[in-house]
């Protein structure tokens, strides 16, 4: 290891805020007063009795003081040096990734730790990419995710166990997960078998085992963020069990009610959704969430579903009214492509217009949106690319780039998408904001 690394190594274990530097101080000292304590002992029984061979002698006795006192912080000196670099190499290596430098990793777990403090807000497959990109900056994110899924693994659990649809939060715990490779795949295995458990994610099966353990659902995610080594929070917007109802107008003109999130874009059959809203109408937001939304520097609801994933956690009354209050930026994030039976033909305006009419004017500063698109349309025959708007006079500020992932370019590549969600939040605050891991 060169010296340049190992100033490094003392340089970061003193930094202010990992807490070690105290417990450091805490040990000299308390080595200090007993050295202390056993000097004075020492010089009594010289004073005393004289020295006995089995003190004279390891005592160093035959020196004059001053060499004694040369020799043993010599050796003290020495000792400490050798106990601090063989519990760096002992006592942190296992907790770090093995081909990686302790000191690199415990630098940036303290740079991610003083990071800033982001909420994002939304559920289905979107959220997750925006939390890849997020968290090599910051361990301080906060995902409020929709309890209003229905379908599938979700469904069945919610409906035989009164229990909260854990696919969302499922999906979002894998993406902050220090595994996440490895906890990703165990975490949406799906059953192909079995009597019961044919098609449920193993995901869920586990969370829902936290709740029954845990004795309720968020303390569940708590405990399973815990064990996962989850790098922020994933909180439900409501503790309720909602559900999703969308009115859509026949071909006559007739305004019909589909109920159900997982309806919604089947039924809707590429018919305009006039309206949505949630059954209760007003649940009450869980207070967690609240605190996050209103301590965050920034705020940022999607990409995802605009009707499904994001305007459910913006339909809970306090949720919207603490995202009005708090003063952190707020950004919203455009899908790249249009989803049948939900946007179909919408441009970026559009879906700015849709959340303007749910949930009011104003609520998020900045829309970021993709400015690069494949030549060929998105899978599934019935998307399309979401257009920029040719509209003047809009009441927000567009801010586009190229977000497109290389392989998928439908979706949101996490490394692109977390840049340029910095880039503007170090715009508002005035400073660059680096990525760390």
């Not at 003190?55 to 004694?68: H, I, K, Q």
């Not at 006192?69 to 296992?94: D, E, I, K, M, Y």
């Not at 305009?272 to 920034?298: K, N, S």
């Amino acid at each position: 290891m060169h010296w340049r690394r190992r100033f490094n190594i003392l340089r970061t274990w003193l930094i202010p805020g990992l807490h070690i530097k105290r417990w450091l101080l805490l040990a000299f000292v308390g080595i200090f007063f007993f050295s202390l304590g056993a000097t004075y002992l020492l010089r009594q029984v010289y004073a005393d009795t004289g020295a006995p061979g089995f003190v004279y002698w390891p005592t160093l006795g035959f020196l004059p003081l001053p060499w004694r006192a040369f020799v043993f912080g010599c050796l003290g000196l020495l000792l400490t040096l050798l106990g601090l670099f063989r519990l760096n190499r002992s006592l942190l290596a296992p907790f770090t990734h093995p081909n990686e430098d302790v000191i690199t990793e415990l630098y940036r777990h303290h740079r991610r730790r003083q990071g800033p403090r982001i909420v994002c807000l939304g559920g289905g497959t979107g959220m997750p990419s925006v939390l890849r990109g997020l968290k090599a900056y910051t361990d301080n994110i906060t995902a409020i995710v929709t309890v209003a899924d229905d379908g599938g693994s979700s469904g069945r659990l919610r409906s035989e166990l009164g229990l909260l649809p854990p696919g969302d939060f499922r999906n979002n715990i894998a993406a902050l997960s220090e595994a996440e490779a490895t906890t990703a795949r165990l975490f949406q295995y799906r059953f192909h078998a079995g009597a019961g458990l044919e098609g449920h994610a193993f995901g869920n099966l586990y969370l829902a085992a936290m709740a029954e353990i845990s004795g309720s659902f968020e303390q569940g995610l708590i405990e399973s963020s815990r064990v996962l080594a989850v790098r922020g929070r994933v909180l439900p917007s409501t503790l309720e069990l909602v559900q999703l109802v969308a009115e859509v107008r026949d071909d006559e003109g007739r305004l019909q009610r589909i109920r159900g999130e997982s309806l919604i874009p089947k039924l809707g059959n590429g018919r305009q959704i006039q309206r949505i809203y949630l059954d209760p109408e007003a649940p009450r937001a869980y207070p967690e969430a609240v605190r996050a939304i209103l301590g965050a520097d920034m705020i940022i609801a999607g990409p995802g579903s605009l009707y499904t994933s994001i305007m459910p956690n913006l339909l809970v009354p306090e949720i919207k009214q603490a995202v009005l209050a708090a003063p952190a930026l707020k950004v919203y994030v455009c899908n790249i492509a249009t989803q049948p039976g939900e946007t179909t033909g919408y441009d970026v305006d559009d879906h700015v217009q849709a959340l303007v009419h749910h949930a009011g004017r104003g609520l998020f500063q900045i829309v970021v949106a993709n400015n690069a698109w494949s030549s060929t349309p998105p899978p599934g025959g019935k998307s399309d690319w979401v257009h920029l708007p040719d509209r003047p006079g809009r009441h927000y500020r567009l801010v586009t780039a190229d977000l497109r992932h290389d392989e998928q370019p439908w979706r949101h590549d996490p490394a692109r998408m977390g840049r340029a969600l910095m880039d503007l939040l170090a715009e508002h605050r005035g400073q660059r904001i680096n990525r760390i891991g």
